[in-house]
């Protein structure tokens, strides 16, 4: 990866971020570019707090359930890795053209806490498949629940088609114009973190349909 050298580049404001998989998987392609990310950030001078979807897994979701036991110990792991960071990057296969069952339903337990963490915090979605799509079709579908909890998903999603053989032995890509275009994804989604933590100038309020008012049992932005 060609990366500008640490000597060079100008200081960064102190940026956190979580870096996950979302496949249980051992020996996942996702978990290996999540692993990426989480070089890439570093040397681009974040934090980031690596996990895996098997620590935030959880039953079903089920509101008696939640009524009367409360919150499952993944939800809790979730819900606090997310409010410790800035920002989130999830790197998820694509299940029959949509996301895996178990990270949306950590959406939906994570999703139930007041306030919720997902909303107004900045997101990167990736994805890598041995398919031609690059599990890109997921990532699509997975941008929906998240945006409408008042994620801030970045525009410009990653995803790495024929997996099984973009990397080397290091767990580096192979393909150099692919590497740097992934280490540029990556620095151009920090730039945006760090302004967004530290150079403020505008905040929104975030709706679902103009002329919505306020509504309890729907509210998950709050």
């Not at 979302?22 to 001078?45: D, F, M, P, Y």
């Amino acid at each position: 990866m060609n990366r500008v050298p640490a000597e060079t580049r100008p200081a960064r404001e102190p940026i956190k971020f979580l870096v996950f998989s979302a496949s249980l998987r051992h020996e996942s392609l996702n978990t290996k570019l999540a692993q990426l990310a989480v070089e890439c950030i570093q040397a681009h001078g974040g934090e980031a707090d690596f996990a895996l979807m098997r620590d935030f897994d959880a039953p079903s979701y089920d509101i008696d359930v939640q009524d009367s036991e409360g919150f499952p110990p993944g939800a809790d792991r979730f819900r606090a890795r997310l409010l410790a960071c800035d920002a989130f990057v999830v790197s998820s296969p694509e299940y029959n053209a949509s996301m895996p069952g178990a990270l949306k339903n950590a959406i939906d337990w994570v999703s139930r806490y007041k306030p919720q963490p997902f909303n107004e915090r900045h997101g990167l979605l990736m994805s890598a498949s041995p398919s031609m799509g690059g599990g890109n079709r997921g990532l699509w579908a997975l941008r929906v629940p998240f945006e409408h909890l008042g994620a801030r998903i970045y525009p410009d999603m990653f995803s790495l088609a024929q997996a099984h053989l973009a990397f080397d032995l290091k767990g580096q890509l192979v393909d150099p114009q692919l590497s740097e275009r992934f280490d540029t994804n990556i620095a151009d989604f920090m730039d945006l973190v760090e302004a967004s933590k530290h150079y403020p100038c505008v905040k929104r309020a975030w709706v679902e349909y103009l002329g919505e008012h306020t509504e309890p049992v729907l509210d998950r932005v709050e």
